[in-house]
């Protein structure tokens, strides 16, 4: 029954792969195709000024746990762990059947062997006798509190997006301060002003290549996981309110994506 109710993988995010290669790519075929050569824009001074600053900016805007979170954010943007809801509404239908047939106490060796955090404790909590009202009070603030705590994690990225161009431009200035210093050699002026623009463009790219879209899928993942505890705590409300299996079923099928669509197809037209 563990291995049922694990209903999740991991796997490497594609379009996280593939988006950061498709966007660096396009910026620097961009300028290859605009007669620019690589190194150009590979000046490792503007990457320390743009990265440490940023860094050092969000460490001071962030508290100090919030920041190790968001660090551990990082593996739901590039490995996908894909809840299957489908799977789920399974094994919660087939606790419906057995909750029906011995009573609430029949869910206890599912609870034991559930390996789903949320599951468990939902499972749990119905076979312990737990008032309706209480158990979806106690399983909602879970879910608020999860999801606060993503969203705070992902606005540390958002935060990095938002400093990092502020921090090139300063590095776009220092480098003309120090451009100021030469002028009385004019191709070291001209050469000096290209260089001193990179840290722009490093901060500028960072944050819109990186920094904000890391926020975003975070986000997006925070909705998801939000939507897969919901659907186990309407099945778990469902069981302990003694629903039919089939009811169950069919009010938990609309978390399931175009689960509308699948059954008009199961009716071909004439």
Known sequence: MAEKLKNSSRKPDLATLGGILLAVGGIVGGLLLEGGQLKDITQYTAAIIVLGGTFGAVMINTPLAVLKGAMKQLASVFFEKSASFEATVEELIECATRARKGGLVALEQDANSATDPFLKKALMLAVDGTDILEIRKMLELEITVSEHHTVS??????????????????????????????????????????????????????????????????????????????????????????????????????????????????????
């Open 153 to 270: 994690e992902a606005k540390v990225f958002e935060s990095a997006g938002g400093y990092s161009p502020t921090i090139g431009i300063i590095g776009a200035v220092m480098g003309l301060i120090q451009v100021m210093k030469n002028l009385a050699d004019i191709d070291a002026v001209g050469h000096g002003i290209a260089v001193s623009f990179v840290a722009t463009v490093y901060g500028v790219a960072i944050a819109n290549v990186f920094f904000l879209p890391v926020a975003n899928k975070i986000k997006a993942r925070a909705h998801q996981e939000v939507q897969y505890k919901e659907l186990i705590l309407e099945g778990i409300i469902g069981i302990v309110e003694g629903m039919n299996p089939k009811l169950i079923r069919s009010k938990l099928d609309a978390y399931i994506p175009h689960a509308g669509n699948k059954k008009k197809d199961t009716h071909p037209k004439a």
